[in-house]
């Protein structure tokens, strides 16, 4: 039973683009959210990260929109850049941080030159 | 800063071996984490550390898994007799403590083969 899903494993946007990553929830309980970014044989790198208490949070060229009503929460990217390509996990967390993140299986985000 | 670091970064086990995964987190950080990457896959949960304390082990498949943190930095988890299901890259995490900012940070992984 997942709780996060990702339900692109891949997507292809041309340099200069808006990308916009998609991650549906299941569990109400979550209060926090993040999106790490993984290169190949590297560890998730942090970008961003939103309270369930907003709706919207913004980092440069990073904004990730929560949509509670719906469970749903997105990354957009503007512009993609090359750098951008890597796989991009959503993950959620609750109660007092002293938990472990649970993560979706992840979108594989290509962005064409 | 100094990052999370782990060792080794590979390591192959013949079935039935015992192994040791050794994680440095980030300097003062109070919460550790240890997740399990299989292939294709994300991260899943295995345990978490407060300090010297294991707050949480729900996550820990077998009681072939354990993990110590003893002196509240350093933390090593260990797999006895591994599993060709064991086979996965395995991530720790620190973060700056159970309260403010959420964020975890990630070391690059151990990646265990099991033949």
């Known amino acids: 039973d997942q709780q996060v899903k990702q339900n692109s494993p891949s997507l292809s946007v041309q340099e200069g683009r808006i990308s916009i990553l998609n991650c549906d929830y299941t569990?109400?309980?979550?209060?926090?959210f993040l999106w790490y970014k993984k290169y190949p044989a590297e560890g998730p790198t942090f970008l961003i990260s939103?309270?369930?208490?907003?709706d919207k949070n913004e980092d440069g060229r990073f904004t990730v929109f929560l949509n509670k009503s719906a469970k749903h929460l997105s990354l957009h990217i503007v512009p993609s850049q090359p750098g951008d390509s890597a796989v991009y996990f959503c993950?959620?967390?609750?109660?007092?941080?002293?938990?472990?993140?649970?993560f979706g299986k992840g979108t594989h985000l290509i962005i064409q030159p | 800063g100094a990052g999370v670091s782990q060792s080794p970064r590979y390591k192959v086990a013949k079935r039935g071996q015992d192994v040791a995964l050794r994680c440095d987190p980030i300097?003062?950080?109070?919460?550790l984490f240890w997740y399990q990457q299989a292939l294709g896959q994300g991260p899943e949960f295995l345990t978490y550390?407060?300090?010297?304390?294991?707050?949480?082990k729900s996550g820990l498949p077998s009681d072939r898994f354990f993990a110590e943190r003893p002196e509240g930095s350093v933390s090593t988890l260990k797999i006895q007799r591994t599993q060709q299901e064991d086979s996965a890259v395995y991530l720790c995490?620190?973060?700056?403590?159970?309260?403010?900012?959420?964020?975890?940070?990630f070391g690059p992984g151990t990646r265990l083969t099991v033949t």
């Open positions: 939103i309270s369930s208490i907003k």
């Open positions: 300097s003062g950080h109070v919460s």
């Open positions: 993950a959620s967390g609750q109660g007092g941080g002293a938990d472990g993140l649970t």
């Open positions: 995490a620190s973060r700056t403590g159970p309260y403010g900012s959420y964020e975890q940070y």
């Open positions: 569990n109400s309980m979550f209060d926090y």
């Open positions: 550390f407060q300090n010297e304390a294991q707050l949480d």
